[in-house]
């Protein structure tokens, strides 16, 4: 049974840093692209990042150059650096796995709260 288990969230100040961490129970942990999620409260959940088994990366427009996304295969766990946190950060922020390889699957992990305040 597939597992991704976030951990790292927290309260930090305006212009602080976090980072998130997912710990994936994969077999295969390479065959499976890794993506971070955040939902804002009243808001719908919205894509923050993405990386590839190969380590290719794409970012969601308002957080480019601010967060990064890495992975290490061996440890089978993927991080989220975040940087210069605004209070529109503020989110529940989700782990996803996602292959395509002999089937389409997609698993969640249950979430971090990240809030940005002063």
């Known amino acids: 049974q597939v597992q991704l288990v976030e951990s790292g969230g927290g309260l930090v100040q305006p212009g602080g840093s976090l980072r998130l961490s997912c710990a994936a129970s994969?077999?295969?942990?390479?065959?499976?692209?890794m993506a971070w999620y955040r939902q804002a409260p009243g808001k719908e959940r919205e894509f923050v990042a993405r990386?590839?088994?190969?380590?290719?990366?794409v970012y969601a427009g308002s957080v480019e150059g601010r967060f990064t996304i890495s992975r290490d295969n061996a440890k089978s766990t993927v991080y989220l650096e975040m940087n210069s946190l605004k209070p529109e950060d503020t989110a529940v922020y989700y782990c996803?796995?996602?292959?395509?390889?002999?089937?389409?699957?997609?698993?969640w992990g249950k979430g971090t709260l990240v809030t940005v305040s002063s």
């Open positions: 996803s796995a996602f292959t395509a390889i002999q089937s389409v699957r997609r698993y």
């Open positions: 994969i077999s295969i942990f390479s065959d499976f692209a």
């Open positions: 990386i590839t088994g190969g380590d290719s990366t």
